[in-house]
Protein backbone atom coordinates (compact mmCIF):
# COMPACT_ATOMS: atom_id res chain seq x y z
CA UNK A 1 0.00 0.00 0.00
CA UNK A 2 3.08 2.07 1.11
CA UNK A 3 4.58 2.01 -2.39
CA UNK A 4 0.91 2.56 -4.23
CA UNK A 5 0.50 5.89 -2.30
CA UNK A 6 4.26 6.99 -3.67
CA UNK A 7 3.69 5.94 -7.06
CA UNK A 8 0.83 7.69 -7.16
CA UNK A 9 -2.67 7.91 -8.55
CA UNK A 10 -1.26 5.74 -11.82
CA UNK A 11 0.23 3.41 -9.55
CA UNK A 12 -2.97 2.91 -7.33
CA UNK A 13 -4.89 2.40 -10.23
CA UNK A 14 -2.30 -0.44 -11.79
CA UNK A 15 -2.82 -1.87 -8.65
CA UNK A 16 -6.24 -2.09 -8.75
CA UNK A 17 -6.27 -4.87 -11.65
CA UNK A 18 -8.72 -5.44 -14.57
CA UNK A 19 -12.48 -6.56 -14.13
CA UNK A 20 -12.60 -9.95 -15.37
CA UNK A 21 -15.87 -10.71 -17.71
CA UNK A 22 -17.16 -12.96 -14.87
CA UNK A 23 -17.43 -9.54 -12.35
CA UNK A 24 -19.47 -7.83 -14.57
CA UNK A 25 -22.07 -10.60 -14.25
CA UNK A 26 -21.43 -10.59 -10.80
CA UNK A 27 -22.17 -6.93 -10.28
CA UNK A 28 -25.03 -6.78 -12.21
CA UNK A 29 -27.00 -9.35 -10.09
CA UNK A 30 -25.75 -7.91 -6.88
CA UNK A 31 -26.75 -4.36 -7.70
CA UNK A 32 -30.11 -6.02 -8.56
CA UNK A 33 -30.33 -7.48 -5.31
CA UNK A 34 -29.72 -4.02 -3.78
CA UNK A 35 -32.74 -2.48 -5.43
CA UNK A 36 -35.15 -5.06 -3.39
CA UNK A 37 -32.80 -5.91 -0.47
CA UNK A 38 -31.91 -2.43 0.64
CA UNK A 39 -35.09 -0.68 0.37
CA UNK A 40 -36.55 -4.06 2.41
CA UNK A 41 -33.66 -3.39 4.94
CA UNK A 42 -34.32 0.29 5.21
CA UNK A 43 -38.16 -0.54 5.51
CA UNK A 44 -37.72 -2.63 8.33
CA UNK A 45 -36.14 -0.21 10.28
CA UNK A 46 -38.43 2.56 9.49
CA UNK A 47 -36.26 4.68 7.22
CA UNK A 48 -36.92 6.15 3.70
CA UNK A 49 -36.14 2.81 1.62
CA UNK A 50 -34.45 5.18 -0.99
CA UNK A 51 -32.46 5.61 1.78
CA UNK A 52 -31.60 1.94 1.83
CA UNK A 53 -31.39 1.73 -2.51
CA UNK A 54 -28.87 4.51 -2.40
CA UNK A 55 -26.66 2.44 0.43
CA UNK A 56 -26.06 0.08 -2.12
CA UNK A 57 -24.25 3.16 -5.00
CA UNK A 58 -21.73 4.89 -3.50
CA UNK A 59 -20.50 2.74 -0.61
CA UNK A 60 -20.26 -0.10 -2.73
CA UNK A 61 -18.17 1.49 -5.89
CA UNK A 62 -15.99 3.19 -2.95
CA UNK A 63 -15.60 0.19 -0.15
CA UNK A 64 -14.99 -2.05 -3.53
CA UNK A 65 -12.27 0.41 -4.55
CA UNK A 66 -10.27 0.53 -1.35
CA UNK A 67 -10.97 -2.40 0.70
CA UNK A 68 -8.53 -4.40 1.17
CA UNK A 69 -10.51 -7.80 1.40
CA UNK A 70 -11.46 -7.24 -2.48
CA UNK A 71 -14.70 -9.30 -2.83
CA UNK A 72 -16.27 -7.55 0.03
CA UNK A 73 -19.45 -5.13 -1.10
CA UNK A 74 -20.06 -2.27 1.48
CA UNK A 75 -23.86 -1.33 1.52
CA UNK A 76 -26.24 -1.63 4.34
CA UNK A 77 -27.02 -4.71 6.38
CA UNK A 78 -30.35 -5.30 8.16
CA UNK A 79 -28.30 -5.11 11.41
CA UNK A 80 -26.85 -1.96 10.72
CA UNK A 81 -30.56 -0.40 9.57
CA UNK A 82 -31.75 -1.89 13.06
CA UNK A 83 -29.17 -0.92 15.02
CA UNK A 84 -29.45 2.99 13.31
CA UNK A 85 -33.08 3.41 13.80
CA UNK A 86 -32.77 2.05 17.54
CA UNK A 87 -29.39 5.34 17.85
CA UNK A 88 -31.77 7.62 16.67
CA UNK A 89 -34.84 6.93 18.26
CA UNK A 90 -33.01 6.65 21.67
CA UNK A 91 -31.53 10.25 20.68
CA UNK A 92 -35.39 11.36 19.63
CA UNK A 93 -34.46 12.09 16.29
CA UNK A 94 -36.59 11.54 13.18
CA UNK A 95 -35.27 8.61 11.03
CA UNK A 96 -36.22 9.41 8.16
CA UNK A 97 -35.42 12.47 8.05
CA UNK A 98 -32.57 13.34 5.56
CA UNK A 99 -30.04 15.08 7.52
CA UNK A 100 -30.25 13.25 10.18
CA UNK A 101 -29.45 10.20 8.67
CA UNK A 102 -26.55 11.85 7.12
CA UNK A 103 -25.03 13.38 10.05
CA UNK A 104 -25.64 9.70 11.46
CA UNK A 105 -23.62 7.75 8.44
CA UNK A 106 -20.81 10.53 8.21
CA UNK A 107 -20.46 10.39 11.92
CA UNK A 108 -20.20 6.48 11.69
CA UNK A 109 -17.09 6.73 8.23
CA UNK A 110 -15.60 8.60 10.94
CA UNK A 111 -15.30 6.32 13.69
CA UNK A 112 -14.43 3.55 11.35
CA UNK A 113 -11.66 5.80 9.94
CA UNK A 114 -10.28 6.38 13.56
CA UNK A 115 -10.43 2.66 14.30
CA UNK A 116 -8.38 2.38 11.44
CA UNK A 117 -5.52 4.97 11.63
CA UNK A 118 -5.37 4.03 15.02
CA UNK A 119 -4.80 0.17 14.15
CA UNK A 120 -7.50 -0.84 16.22
CA UNK A 121 -7.54 -3.88 13.86
CA UNK A 122 -5.37 -5.95 16.01
CA UNK A 123 -8.21 -6.17 18.77
CA UNK A 124 -10.42 -8.25 16.18
CA UNK A 125 -6.68 -11.17 16.34
CA UNK A 126 -8.22 -11.77 19.84
CA UNK A 127 -11.43 -12.58 18.88
CA UNK A 128 -10.86 -17.02 18.71
CA UNK A 129 -11.98 -18.33 15.81
CA UNK A 130 -14.95 -20.31 17.31
CA UNK A 131 -16.63 -17.03 18.73
CA UNK A 132 -16.24 -15.74 14.96
CA UNK A 133 -17.77 -18.86 13.97
CA UNK A 134 -20.44 -19.06 16.25
CA UNK A 135 -21.03 -14.80 14.93
CA UNK A 136 -21.04 -15.59 10.91
CA UNK A 137 -23.43 -18.83 11.44
CA UNK A 138 -25.54 -16.21 13.31
CA UNK A 139 -25.61 -13.62 10.93
CA UNK A 140 -25.94 -16.18 8.24
CA UNK A 141 -28.86 -17.44 10.12
CA UNK A 142 -30.39 -13.75 10.68
CA UNK A 143 -30.12 -13.43 6.80
CA UNK A 144 -32.40 -16.59 6.26
CA UNK A 145 -35.00 -15.65 8.87
CA UNK A 146 -35.26 -12.03 7.66
CA UNK A 147 -36.15 -12.89 3.95
CA UNK A 148 -38.94 -15.90 4.95
CA UNK A 149 -41.88 -13.73 4.72
CA UNK A 150 -40.64 -12.49 1.24
CA UNK A 151 -40.31 -16.07 0.42
CA UNK A 152 -43.42 -17.28 1.85
CA UNK A 153 -45.46 -14.46 2.58
CA UNK A 154 -45.75 -15.39 6.31
CA UNK A 155 -44.00 -13.03 8.71
CA UNK A 156 -42.30 -15.50 11.99
CA UNK A 157 -43.03 -13.96 15.39
CA UNK A 158 -40.74 -13.46 17.73
CA UNK A 159 -37.31 -11.56 18.72
CA UNK A 160 -35.44 -14.22 18.84
CA UNK A 161 -34.35 -15.66 15.38
CA UNK A 162 -33.73 -19.24 16.49
CA UNK A 163 -37.86 -18.97 17.77
CA UNK A 164 -38.92 -17.00 14.62
CA UNK A 165 -37.44 -20.00 12.25
CA UNK A 166 -40.38 -22.52 14.95
CA UNK A 167 -42.84 -20.05 14.39
CA UNK A 168 -42.21 -20.21 10.59
CA UNK A 169 -42.52 -23.47 10.71
CA UNK A 170 -44.93 -24.28 12.96
CA UNK A 171 -47.20 -22.26 10.76
CA UNK A 172 -46.49 -23.56 7.71
CA UNK A 173 -50.24 -23.61 6.83
CA UNK A 174 -50.31 -19.90 6.81
CA UNK A 175 -47.68 -19.65 3.95
CA UNK A 176 -49.08 -18.50 0.51
CA UNK A 177 -48.89 -20.21 -1.70
CA UNK A 178 -48.41 -18.28 -5.14
CA UNK A 179 -45.60 -16.55 -2.84
CA UNK A 180 -43.87 -20.10 -1.84
CA UNK A 181 -44.58 -21.62 -5.15
CA UNK A 182 -42.45 -18.58 -6.77
CA UNK A 183 -39.76 -18.63 -4.00
CA UNK A 184 -39.88 -22.58 -4.58
CA UNK A 185 -39.60 -22.19 -8.43
CA UNK A 186 -36.54 -19.91 -8.27
CA UNK A 187 -34.48 -22.04 -6.44
CA UNK A 188 -35.33 -24.93 -8.78
CA UNK A 189 -34.66 -22.83 -11.73
CA UNK A 190 -31.00 -21.68 -10.03
CA UNK A 191 -29.79 -25.10 -9.06
CA UNK A 192 -30.57 -25.95 -12.89
CA UNK A 193 -28.72 -23.44 -14.25
CA UNK A 194 -26.10 -23.97 -11.68
CA UNK A 195 -25.39 -27.77 -12.84
CA UNK A 196 -24.35 -25.74 -16.04
CA UNK A 197 -20.69 -25.20 -15.74
CA UNK A 198 -21.03 -22.78 -18.35
CA UNK A 199 -23.85 -20.75 -16.38
CA UNK A 200 -22.95 -21.58 -12.90
CA UNK A 201 -21.56 -17.86 -12.85
CA UNK A 202 -24.97 -16.44 -13.46
CA UNK A 203 -26.80 -18.59 -12.15
CA UNK A 204 -28.20 -16.07 -9.81
CA UNK A 205 -28.95 -13.82 -12.48
CA UNK A 206 -30.42 -16.13 -14.32
CA UNK A 207 -32.82 -17.43 -12.27
CA UNK A 208 -33.79 -13.94 -11.50
CA UNK A 209 -34.43 -12.49 -14.55
CA UNK A 210 -36.02 -16.10 -15.91
CA UNK A 211 -38.31 -16.63 -12.76
CA UNK A 212 -39.68 -12.74 -12.73
CA UNK A 213 -40.62 -12.72 -16.52
CA UNK A 214 -42.29 -15.99 -15.70
CA UNK A 215 -44.13 -14.14 -12.94
CA UNK A 216 -45.27 -10.97 -14.97
CA UNK A 217 -46.40 -13.24 -17.81
CA UNK A 218 -48.74 -15.55 -15.92
CA UNK A 219 -49.93 -12.63 -13.67
CA UNK A 220 -49.15 -14.45 -10.29
CA UNK A 221 -50.07 -12.17 -7.63
CA UNK A 222 -47.09 -11.75 -5.32
CA UNK A 223 -45.43 -8.58 -4.09
CA UNK A 224 -43.63 -6.69 -5.95
CA UNK A 225 -40.62 -4.28 -5.24
CA UNK A 226 -43.04 -1.20 -5.90
CA UNK A 227 -44.60 -2.34 -3.32
CA UNK A 228 -42.39 -1.30 -0.90
CA UNK A 229 -41.46 2.27 -2.20
CA UNK A 230 -41.17 3.86 -5.70
CA UNK A 231 -37.93 3.89 -7.27
CA UNK A 232 -36.83 7.42 -8.09
CA UNK A 233 -35.75 7.63 -11.66
CA UNK A 234 -32.59 9.71 -10.40
CA UNK A 235 -29.19 9.72 -8.80
CA UNK A 236 -28.92 10.68 -5.57
CA UNK A 237 -28.23 14.41 -4.71
CA UNK A 238 -25.84 16.01 -1.77
CA UNK A 239 -27.54 15.61 1.23
CA UNK A 240 -25.92 18.38 4.05
CA UNK A 241 -25.75 16.61 7.34
CA UNK A 242 -27.84 18.01 10.33
CA UNK A 243 -24.46 19.07 12.89
CA UNK A 244 -26.90 20.23 15.53
CA UNK A 245 -27.72 16.16 15.81
CA UNK A 246 -23.80 15.88 16.52
CA UNK A 247 -23.68 15.72 20.95
CA UNK A 248 -26.93 13.10 20.32
CA UNK A 249 -25.21 10.57 18.14
CA UNK A 250 -21.70 10.46 19.40
CA UNK A 251 -22.24 7.28 21.65
CA UNK A 252 -24.76 5.64 18.99
CA UNK A 253 -22.27 6.85 16.07
CA UNK A 254 -19.42 3.95 17.69
CA UNK A 255 -22.47 1.37 18.43
CA UNK A 256 -23.44 1.62 14.77
CA UNK A 257 -19.71 1.37 14.00
CA UNK A 258 -18.90 -1.40 16.09
CA UNK A 259 -21.67 -3.66 14.22
CA UNK A 260 -20.45 -3.39 11.12
CA UNK A 261 -17.25 -3.74 11.49
CA UNK A 262 -17.48 -6.81 13.46
CA UNK A 263 -19.72 -8.15 10.54
CA UNK A 264 -17.06 -7.22 8.20
CA UNK A 265 -14.56 -9.00 10.17
CA UNK A 266 -16.11 -12.41 9.16
CA UNK A 267 -16.08 -11.81 5.66
CA UNK A 268 -12.23 -11.86 5.19
CA UNK A 269 -11.85 -15.68 7.14
CA UNK A 270 -15.26 -16.71 4.62
CA UNK A 271 -14.31 -15.02 1.41
CA UNK A 272 -10.69 -14.90 0.68
CA UNK A 273 -8.64 -12.93 -2.01
CA UNK A 274 -9.01 -15.19 -5.08
CA UNK A 275 -5.61 -13.13 -6.02
CA UNK A 276 -4.00 -14.54 -3.06
CA UNK A 277 -3.09 -11.44 -1.24
CA UNK A 278 -3.55 -11.10 2.36
CA UNK A 279 -6.83 -8.78 3.75
CA UNK A 280 -5.71 -6.41 6.79
CA UNK A 281 -8.38 -5.37 8.97
CA UNK A 282 -7.55 -2.23 10.04
CA UNK A 283 -7.45 -1.23 5.94
CA UNK A 284 -10.77 -2.46 6.13
CA UNK A 285 -11.58 -0.15 8.62
CA UNK A 286 -10.61 2.66 6.42
CA UNK A 287 -12.30 1.27 3.32
CA UNK A 288 -15.95 1.55 5.27
CA UNK A 289 -15.19 4.52 6.74
CA UNK A 290 -14.41 6.90 3.25
CA UNK A 291 -17.53 4.80 2.03
CA UNK A 292 -19.72 6.02 5.10
CA UNK A 293 -18.46 9.46 5.07
CA UNK A 294 -19.08 10.08 1.30
CA UNK A 295 -22.03 7.72 1.01
CA UNK A 296 -23.12 9.73 3.91
CA UNK A 297 -23.11 13.05 1.79
CA UNK A 298 -24.65 11.71 -0.70
CA UNK A 299 -28.58 10.29 0.98
CA UNK A 300 -27.14 6.78 1.77
CA UNK A 301 -27.59 5.23 4.99
CA UNK A 302 -24.85 4.04 7.37
CA UNK A 303 -23.02 0.75 5.79
CA UNK A 304 -20.92 -2.16 6.32
CA UNK A 305 -19.03 -5.20 5.05
CA UNK A 306 -22.29 -7.35 3.62
CA UNK A 307 -22.40 -10.72 3.81
CA UNK A 308 -25.25 -11.10 2.44
CA UNK A 309 -24.51 -9.17 -0.98
CA UNK A 310 -20.68 -10.27 -0.53
CA UNK A 311 -22.28 -13.90 -0.88
CA UNK A 312 -24.48 -12.76 -4.12
CA UNK A 313 -21.26 -11.70 -5.69
CA UNK A 314 -19.20 -14.24 -4.86
CA UNK A 315 -21.58 -16.79 -6.18
CA UNK A 316 -22.27 -14.81 -8.80
CA UNK A 317 -18.40 -15.56 -10.44
CA UNK A 318 -16.90 -12.53 -8.84
CA UNK A 319 -13.22 -12.70 -8.78
CA UNK A 320 -11.40 -8.91 -8.32
CA UNK A 321 -13.23 -5.68 -6.67
CA UNK A 322 -14.79 -4.74 -9.82
CA UNK A 323 -17.42 -6.79 -9.24
CA UNK A 324 -18.12 -4.40 -6.16
CA UNK A 325 -18.09 -1.33 -8.00
CA UNK A 326 -19.84 -2.61 -11.12
CA UNK A 327 -22.60 -3.33 -8.74
CA UNK A 328 -22.63 0.08 -7.54
CA UNK A 329 -22.33 1.72 -11.02
CA UNK A 330 -25.01 -1.06 -12.41
CA UNK A 331 -27.06 -0.26 -9.85
CA UNK A 332 -26.83 3.55 -10.14
CA UNK A 333 -27.96 3.13 -14.38
CA UNK A 334 -30.77 0.55 -13.60
CA UNK A 335 -32.18 3.58 -11.30
CA UNK A 336 -31.65 6.33 -13.46
CA UNK A 337 -32.60 4.15 -16.91
CA UNK A 338 -34.97 0.89 -15.65
CA UNK A 339 -36.54 1.93 -12.68
CA UNK A 340 -39.76 0.92 -13.58
CA UNK A 341 -38.48 -2.43 -14.58
CA UNK A 342 -37.02 -2.81 -11.46
CA UNK A 343 -40.07 -2.34 -9.48
CA UNK A 344 -41.52 -5.31 -11.08
CA UNK A 345 -39.12 -7.76 -9.43
CA UNK A 346 -41.18 -10.38 -7.24
CA UNK A 347 -40.35 -10.40 -3.63
CA UNK A 348 -40.39 -14.25 -3.43
CA UNK A 349 -37.74 -13.81 -6.37
CA UNK A 350 -35.19 -11.70 -4.24
CA UNK A 351 -36.22 -14.36 -0.86
CA UNK A 352 -35.93 -17.40 -2.71
CA UNK A 353 -32.51 -16.33 -3.97
CA UNK A 354 -31.07 -15.01 -0.75
CA UNK A 355 -32.32 -18.37 1.17
CA UNK A 356 -30.14 -19.90 -1.13
CA UNK A 357 -27.32 -17.52 -0.42
CA UNK A 358 -27.95 -18.05 3.16
CA UNK A 359 -27.50 -21.32 3.28
CA UNK A 360 -24.46 -21.55 1.60
CA UNK A 361 -23.17 -19.54 3.97
CA UNK A 362 -23.94 -21.81 6.66
CA UNK A 363 -22.33 -24.72 4.18
CA UNK A 364 -19.01 -22.91 3.53
CA UNK A 365 -19.26 -22.63 7.78
CA UNK A 366 -19.86 -26.58 7.86
CA UNK A 367 -15.46 -27.76 8.51
CA UNK A 368 -15.45 -24.57 10.75
CA UNK A 369 -17.92 -25.73 12.77
CA UNK A 370 -16.52 -29.33 13.10
CA UNK A 371 -13.10 -28.15 13.76
CA UNK A 372 -14.40 -26.42 16.78
CA UNK A 373 -16.68 -29.48 18.34
CA UNK A 374 -13.90 -31.26 18.23
CA UNK A 375 -10.76 -29.16 19.51
CA UNK A 376 -12.74 -28.34 22.84
CA UNK A 377 -15.85 -28.20 24.99
CA UNK A 378 -14.62 -24.89 26.00
CA UNK A 379 -14.57 -23.43 22.34
CA UNK A 380 -17.49 -25.02 21.47
CA UNK A 381 -19.47 -24.00 24.16
CA UNK A 382 -18.12 -20.11 23.25
CA UNK A 383 -18.98 -21.08 20.28
CA UNK A 384 -22.75 -22.10 20.46
CA UNK A 385 -23.26 -19.15 23.40
CA UNK A 386 -21.94 -16.53 20.16
CA UNK A 387 -24.73 -18.13 18.20
CA UNK A 388 -27.11 -18.35 20.58
CA UNK A 389 -26.43 -14.25 21.26
CA UNK A 390 -25.93 -13.59 17.77
CA UNK A 391 -29.76 -14.79 16.62
CA UNK A 392 -31.39 -13.74 20.16
CA UNK A 393 -29.63 -10.57 21.36
CA UNK A 394 -29.55 -7.23 19.65
CA UNK A 395 -26.03 -7.86 17.78
CA UNK A 396 -24.23 -4.61 19.67
CA UNK A 397 -24.69 -7.02 22.54
CA UNK A 398 -23.74 -10.05 20.87
CA UNK A 399 -20.50 -8.17 19.79
CA UNK A 400 -19.52 -7.48 23.91
CA UNK A 401 -21.08 -10.97 24.41
CA UNK A 402 -18.39 -12.82 21.56
CA UNK A 403 -15.53 -10.34 22.74
CA UNK A 404 -15.89 -11.19 26.22
CA UNK A 405 -15.97 -14.66 25.23
CA UNK A 406 -12.61 -14.55 23.27
CA UNK A 407 -10.87 -12.57 26.58
CA UNK A 408 -11.91 -15.69 28.67
CA UNK A 409 -10.86 -18.09 26.24
CA UNK A 410 -7.31 -16.27 25.72
CA UNK A 411 -7.06 -16.57 29.40
CA UNK A 412 -7.71 -19.92 30.13
CA UNK A 413 -6.03 -21.58 27.46
CA UNK A 414 -2.85 -19.02 28.02
CA UNK A 415 -3.16 -20.05 31.97
CA UNK A 416 -3.23 -24.01 30.60
CA UNK A 417 -0.55 -23.59 28.29
CA UNK A 418 2.08 -22.45 31.12
CA UNK A 419 4.38 -24.89 32.37
CA UNK A 420 8.03 -25.18 33.57
CA UNK A 421 10.59 -27.43 31.58
CA UNK A 422 14.01 -28.97 33.00
CA UNK A 423 17.04 -28.09 30.77
CA UNK A 424 20.25 -30.43 31.07
CA UNK A 425 22.86 -29.92 28.50
CA UNK A 426 24.01 -32.24 26.05
CA UNK A 427 27.32 -33.76 25.30
CA UNK A 428 27.34 -31.91 21.57
CA UNK A 429 26.86 -28.09 23.81
CA UNK A 430 23.19 -28.10 23.36
CA UNK A 431 20.21 -28.47 25.59
CA UNK A 432 17.57 -30.81 26.18
CA UNK A 433 14.13 -31.05 27.98
CA UNK A 434 12.77 -32.90 30.80
CA UNK A 435 10.61 -33.49 33.68
CA UNK A 436 10.80 -30.72 36.72
CA UNK A 437 12.87 -32.83 39.57
CA UNK A 438 10.24 -32.68 42.07
CA UNK A 439 13.34 -31.63 44.76
CA UNK A 440 16.62 -29.36 44.10
CA UNK A 441 19.11 -31.45 44.43
CA UNK A 442 22.17 -30.19 46.71
CA UNK A 443 25.00 -29.47 45.55
CA UNK A 444 23.86 -28.56 41.78
CA UNK A 445 22.56 -26.52 39.13
CA UNK A 446 19.17 -27.21 37.84
CA UNK A 447 17.62 -25.37 35.30
CA UNK A 448 14.17 -24.74 34.68
CA UNK A 449 12.62 -23.04 31.36
CA UNK A 450 9.44 -20.91 32.11
CA UNK A 451 6.72 -20.55 29.24
CA UNK A 452 3.62 -18.70 30.38
CA UNK A 453 2.15 -15.04 30.12
CA UNK A 454 2.27 -14.16 33.71
CA UNK A 455 -1.65 -14.31 33.98
CA UNK A 456 -2.27 -14.46 38.15
CA UNK A 457 -4.44 -17.53 36.75
CA UNK A 458 -1.29 -19.72 35.75
CA UNK A 459 0.53 -19.02 38.95
CA UNK A 460 -0.89 -21.15 41.17
CA UNK A 461 0.37 -23.82 38.63
CA UNK A 462 3.58 -22.84 38.26
CA UNK A 463 4.26 -22.17 41.94
CA UNK A 464 2.76 -26.05 42.52
CA UNK A 465 5.24 -27.27 39.72
CA UNK A 466 8.18 -25.50 41.26
CA UNK A 467 11.00 -27.70 42.92
CA UNK A 468 10.82 -28.31 46.39
CA UNK A 469 13.81 -26.70 48.22
CA UNK A 470 13.82 -29.20 51.54
CA UNK A 471 17.41 -29.99 51.91
CA UNK A 472 18.73 -28.55 48.94
CA UNK A 473 21.81 -27.06 50.37
CA UNK A 474 24.39 -24.99 48.11
CA UNK A 475 21.87 -25.88 45.52
CA UNK A 476 21.25 -23.23 42.52
CA UNK A 477 17.67 -23.04 40.19
CA UNK A 478 18.05 -21.05 37.38
CA UNK A 479 14.83 -20.42 36.32
CA UNK A 480 14.91 -18.88 32.49
CA UNK A 481 11.96 -16.18 32.04
CA UNK A 482 12.50 -15.13 28.06
CA UNK A 483 9.43 -15.49 27.96
CA UNK A 484 8.03 -13.38 30.99
CA UNK A 485 6.33 -9.62 29.62
CA UNK A 486 8.29 -6.53 30.37
CA UNK A 487 6.05 -5.66 32.70
CA UNK A 488 4.68 -8.77 34.83
CA UNK A 489 2.01 -9.56 37.10
CA UNK A 490 2.77 -8.28 40.17
CA UNK A 491 1.97 -11.62 41.80
CA UNK A 492 5.03 -13.19 39.63
CA UNK A 493 7.34 -11.24 41.72
CA UNK A 494 5.73 -12.06 44.91
CA UNK A 495 6.11 -15.69 43.72
CA UNK A 496 10.17 -15.45 42.83
CA UNK A 497 10.48 -12.92 46.22
CA UNK A 498 8.62 -16.00 47.96
CA UNK A 499 10.75 -18.88 46.38
CA UNK A 500 13.66 -17.22 46.61
CA UNK A 501 13.41 -16.60 50.39
CA UNK A 502 12.58 -20.47 51.09
CA UNK A 503 15.72 -21.41 48.87
CA UNK A 504 18.07 -18.89 50.65
CA UNK A 505 16.71 -20.35 54.12
CA UNK A 506 17.95 -23.89 53.40
CA UNK A 507 21.25 -22.61 51.66
CA UNK A 508 20.22 -22.28 48.23
CA UNK A 509 19.64 -19.66 45.21
CA UNK A 510 17.73 -18.47 42.69
CA UNK A 511 19.19 -17.24 39.46
CA UNK A 512 16.85 -15.44 36.90
CA UNK A 513 18.10 -15.80 32.94
CA UNK A 514 17.09 -14.02 29.73
CA UNK A 515 15.29 -10.83 31.80
CA UNK A 516 14.30 -8.16 29.55
CA UNK A 517 15.78 -4.90 29.90
CA UNK A 518 12.23 -3.54 31.21
CA UNK A 519 11.77 -6.63 33.81
CA UNK A 520 15.26 -5.77 34.85
CA UNK A 521 14.29 -2.81 36.04
CA UNK A 522 11.13 -3.73 37.57
CA UNK A 523 12.88 -6.87 39.69
CA UNK A 524 15.51 -3.98 41.06
CA UNK A 525 12.81 -1.31 41.98
CA UNK A 526 11.09 -3.98 44.13
CA UNK A 527 14.14 -5.00 45.81
CA UNK A 528 14.06 -8.93 44.11
CA UNK A 529 17.24 -8.10 42.86
CA UNK A 530 18.64 -7.28 45.69
CA UNK A 531 18.03 -10.52 47.42
CA UNK A 532 19.09 -12.61 44.92
CA UNK A 533 22.56 -11.17 45.03
CA UNK A 534 25.08 -10.35 42.50
CA UNK A 535 25.12 -11.95 39.32
CA UNK A 536 21.50 -13.18 40.50
CA UNK A 537 19.83 -11.58 37.09
CA UNK A 538 20.85 -12.72 33.87
CA UNK A 539 19.77 -10.14 31.10
CA UNK A 540 18.43 -11.05 28.00
CA UNK A 541 20.71 -11.25 25.04
CA UNK A 542 20.90 -11.53 21.01
CA UNK A 543 22.41 -14.90 21.57
CA UNK A 544 19.70 -17.26 22.99
CA UNK A 545 21.80 -19.57 24.41
CA UNK A 546 23.92 -16.81 25.76
CA UNK A 547 21.69 -15.92 28.95
CA UNK A 548 21.54 -19.31 30.15
CA UNK A 549 25.14 -20.32 29.82
CA UNK A 550 25.86 -17.32 32.10
CA UNK A 551 23.37 -17.99 34.65
CA UNK A 552 24.61 -21.89 34.50
CA UNK A 553 28.02 -20.44 35.38
CA UNK A 554 27.29 -18.19 38.04
CA UNK A 555 25.39 -20.58 39.17
CA UNK A 556 28.17 -23.07 39.26
CA UNK A 557 30.31 -20.07 40.73
CA UNK A 558 28.48 -19.96 43.41
CA UNK A 559 28.37 -23.31 44.55
CA UNK A 560 32.46 -23.34 44.12
CA UNK A 561 32.88 -20.76 46.38
CA UNK A 562 30.56 -22.00 48.66
CA UNK A 563 32.37 -25.05 48.91
CA UNK A 564 35.49 -23.55 48.94
CA UNK A 565 34.38 -21.70 52.09
CA UNK A 566 32.83 -24.91 53.66
CA UNK A 567 36.22 -26.38 53.38
CA UNK A 568 37.80 -23.28 54.76
CA UNK A 569 35.87 -23.36 57.93
CA UNK A 570 35.93 -27.34 58.47
CA UNK A 571 40.10 -27.03 57.94
CA UNK A 572 42.08 -27.78 61.31
CA UNK A 573 44.04 -24.03 62.60
CA UNK A 574 47.54 -24.84 62.80
Known amino acids: MAERRRGGPRAWLRGLGRPRPADAASGAVTGLFSIPEGMAYAAIAGFNPVAGLYAGVVPAIVGSLTSRTVLMVTTLTSAIALTSQSVLSDAGLDPKDAGNVAVLTVMVGVVMLL ?33 LKDATGYKPQGHNKLYQLGDWLAHIGSWQGAATLVAVITVVVWAATRAVRRLESVA ?16 TDVELVRDIAHIPGALPSFSAPDLSAVPHLIGGAFSVALVGLAQAAGIAPSM ?30 PSGGSMSRTGVAVSAGARTRWAGVISGVFLAVVVLLCGSLAERIPMPVIGGLILVVGGELIWGKRRDIALVLRTSRLSSAAMLLTFLATTGLPLQQAIVIGAVLSLLLYCVQSARQAKLVALSPTANGGWRTGDVPTV ?33 RD ?21 LDRYARALEKEGGRLVLAGAQPALVEVVRATGLAERLGEGGVVPASPEVLGPLESAVAEGERWIAARRREADGASSPQV
Open 475 to 495: AVLVLVVRTLPDVPSSAVIKL
Open 440 to 472: LPPGEVTVLDYAGTSFFAELPRIEAGLPSVAGA
Open 272 to 301: PNPDGSRSDVDADFRSQGYANVLGGLFQAL
Open 115 to 147: MGVLRLGVVMSFVSNAVMTGFATGIALQIIVGV
Open 204 to 219: LLVAMVVVSVGVGIAG
